[in-house]
């Protein structure tokens, strides 16, 4: 038996190996030690960030406590109008890769990367490039060429998303620079948001801002309920380099289905944020509450619409009747699509839905 | 003492609750043809195996050409041609390719020979003109003369040949006696296992036997055959006086008595130093008539199944 | 020297000739299909096939598409499969083991015959689509999946990344394979095993429930080498296939390692 005993370190080696290739980058990232700053003085650093050139990978996770769904209802086989709310529902189940080339204001590039395909928009100067591999969907929208840099696309980034809630919450929010972590390599200071209120489903948000540049790299939203984070969007890497000028400088590829809109010369609508191009009958939203608990009430739209939308076999996966409509529960947010065609949204539970939809 | 090509101390092999090879010592002097002798399922090839660092033994130690086996293996095979449980080949190379492959498989053979040695040995084994078929092609002698073939691959100094003219033909099992004959000669030791009496008798000068795992004899020849029992038999028409005599000299004569009046005294000698000429005295100084005496020794096939306890043809 | 032997034996056998340009009929098959629908029905079927009549350099990377989840695990199940198993059954093992090969050296040369198996295999379906491609349809520019044009030597070079990753896919299933292979004198049983633990692999990539468990599955990134397609090009996906592979052929090569060298070669 002992001419085998020589042959343990063949064995052991590679178990080391292994061992050692888990153990060290959990020693890697232990939390970093840097001056201490306050609240304004992290979002000063953020405020500050603008005009950064970097490129970096992001990953964005979901944990929402949706219904899990076969793979099989994103299948292309699947009605057109179902998949696409598949296609959504994943966007908000699983984990997304997401890649961003910033130069600047005014050249940016953002890649979601999916299986075998990809969404990128892409903007240079005033043209702003959006590209769809799947449909070979290009277009091409020219931006006002004075106009304040348009944030064009609802992809997240931390940047868009944390100036969005520092501006939203702070009369509701108790603000406090909790620890110090490190996120893609970085030295960050962890700003904790948490709600005033009780009546929300939000814990609290926590952003993490490079001790460096300010910037923001990691966005996380803890939900009331659960003990993992309900959604975290962050970088997995970062380079702060100006990226390659050429990825910038993209045009619709032969045999692209291509969309021409041109902004240049038209008003900005108010108050709309121009992510979701709405019908021109829908209604506008109103709001019930304040803060953290505010609900968004949407009117009953057009009846075809709401109808084709609850005859699909998801809505009758994803909801439960409730009294008064069917809801959508998840750990952050609610959804009410009341009797009578409203639909009210918040992130509050189900129960204030119904008590504001009386 | 003669130098050792195998020597083992109390090899054990255990399959689950059986034991296949029961503290075997074997001593294999350097130079000889050994002839390892048993019936089906005595354990022969168990012990092969384990010489061959092919199986682990459950206990015991095993020398092979001076160095201990397992642990220098790398040394020790490169010395040792083996031919085990059969010849085995890639039935979709030809015989030529399967040594050639063989032959690779050890990292000291040198390349630039390689060609050479393997024509060399299917010359040897009279394959040359089946070299370039198929091994599935091959009959059963052509396989082992193959297996041979790849025994003999290189310089030897030890050939351990597991049952090596299974499936030959007569011409064929005087063709591999005579390889043997003339790889000894160049002074290789020849370890032959076989469950054929005749075959061992014919080629080797040292045997050793086993039975159900055991060792139960082993030496040259010639002391197997001087160990064999002997028996003293006296042709006398006054069986009660001989038997009176023969018991006076120890022995214990059994008595059968003839047709013609006289009878048969059969005694087991046990005392090799026991002379039938001491017994000769002894009868005629007492008076006894003695129509014939004589002095019956055992075959050596009677020898070995009274060792075996079995005829050579019974799976054990 | 083994390790010539080895190659020598394996890509001369007929079996993995035969299994070899069957794989060849992949992408051939891909083009002449396309080829010969004239309705390009578009939407359905495996990524890229709509874009083959376009561009025939996609035939390569249809065929890839196709071959992963199936062709591809089979040949080289059958391949990994019949490493030991296959010399013990032939009782070669035994004669290979006297002469000494010496049991880690014959471990390591087996396991590098597989892994040539899974170059060839690879570089035959991507060889075999590239040639029909470049008969039976125009070459062009290609198409990125962000939407950016390279031209058709830059996508030689994505090509032979491609294969690589491929190849780098199939290393993790060659040692599982290669471990099966110690445990058993039987070699059909043993590429059985591998072949039917791929599908599994596969199958349970896909159920929902078991999410937290796939990142570990060894046919988890079999399908992303759309990062090869990307501008730039994306390492995250092969970074992380070759260290899930690594882990894989670690655990299972360790495995073997630890079985083949305490084994009795009674065959
Ligand atoms: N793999 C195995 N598992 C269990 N028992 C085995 C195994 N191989 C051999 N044996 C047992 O060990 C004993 C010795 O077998 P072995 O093959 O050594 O006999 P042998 O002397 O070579 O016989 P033969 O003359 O038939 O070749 C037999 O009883 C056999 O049943
Ligand atoms: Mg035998």
Redesign the pocket.
Known sequence: MNRYARWIPAVAVPALVVAGAIAVPAVASAAPTLPEKSPAQVLAMVADAKGVSYSGTLEQSSNLGLPQLPASAASPHAAASDSTAADLLQLLSRTNRIRVYVDGETKQRVQVLDDLAERDVVRNGSTVWTWDSKGRKATKVTLPSKGAATKSDSTVTPASLAAKLIAAVQPATQLSVSSTASIAGRDAYQLTMTPKTAGTLVRDVVLSVDAKTGLPLQVRVDATGQKAAAVTVGFTAIDYGKPDAKLFDFSAPSGAKVTTKDLSQAKRPEGNHGAVPQGADAARPSTVGTGWSTIAVLPAASDDRSRGLQSQKLFGQLTQKVAGGSAVQTSLVSVLFADDGRVLVGAVPVSALQAAAG | MPQLAIETHGLT?R??A?L??DGLDLAVPAGTVFGFL????????????MLLGLASSTDGEIRMLEEAMPSAIESVLPRVGALV?GPAFYPFLSGRANLLRLDAADRRSPLGTRRARVDAALERVGLTAAARKRAHAYSLGMKQRLGLANALLAPRDLLIL??PTNGLDPQGTREVRAIIRSVADEGATVFV?S?LLSEIEQLCSHVAV?SR?RLVAQGTLQELRAQSIRRLVVLSPDPDAARRVLAGLGLAPSVRVCPDGGAELTAELPDPTMLAENATRALVEAGVRVRGIAVAGETLEERFVALTGEGFDV?? | MLLASELGTLFRRVRTIAMLGALALVPILIAVAVKVTTAGDSGRGPAFLDQITQNGLFVAFTALVVSIPLFLPMTVGVVAGDTIAGEASHGTLRYLLVAPSGRLRLLAVKYAGAAAFCLAATSVVVVSGVIVGALLFPVRDVTLLSGDTIGPGDFAIRCVLLAGYVVLSLLGLSAIGLFISTLTSVPVGAMAATIVLSAVSQILDNLPQLEAIQPYLFSHLWLGFGDLLRQPISWDSYGQNALLQLGYVTVFGGAAVWRFLTK?V?S
């Open positions: 092999k399959f689950g059986q296949a090879v048993g019936p089906n399922g005595s354990g022969k090839t168990t012990t092969i195996r449980e597991d049952e296992s469950h086993m795992g799976a054990g | 009795d009674l």
